[in-house]
């Protein structure tokens, strides 16, 4: 039986509901606290990640158009260099989406039954 990622979503934001309904706000507020924790390392590893990938792949790129050398391994480097770019803007979204969704997931657990309506990570 496959069980494909949306199902296993589903599951664990309804387990979530339910733990929440049982035990309270004490493990929302904890769970928030720690999802909080997790967002504030996502934006400072992931964002000094992209950031060192744009500037890397912008450099190497505009490097590769001024070489002499044979065509073949200027291609390499402009395709190394715009896999960095393209690195940099997936870890960019990534940053940004990483607040909306512990908002969603908050929301979702205090729908079934906590007091808590959002959070919001310094």
């Not at 589903?10 to 720690?34: C, E, H, M």
Request: proline share 2%; aromatic share 8%.
């Amino acid at each position: 039986m496959a069980i494909n990622k949306l199902q296993v979503l589903l599951y664990t934001i309804t387990l979530a509901s339910i733990v929440s309904v049982v035990l309270g706000d004490s493990l929302l507020s904890s769970l928030s606290a720690t999802l909080c924790g997790f967002v504030t390392t996502i934006r400072t590893i992931i964002g000094v990640l992209a950031l060192a990938l744009f500037l890397i792949g912008g450099v190497l790129y505009a490097i590769a158009h001024f070489l002499p050398t044979s065509l073949d391994y200027r291609k390499n480097l402009m395709g190394w260099s715009t896999a960095m770019i393209v690195g940099g803007i997936i870890g960019l979204v990534v940053v940004i989406i990483a607040q909306p969704l512990v908002t969603l997931f908050i929301q979702t657990g205090s729908a079934a039954g906590g007091s808590v309506s959002s959070i919001f990570c310094p």
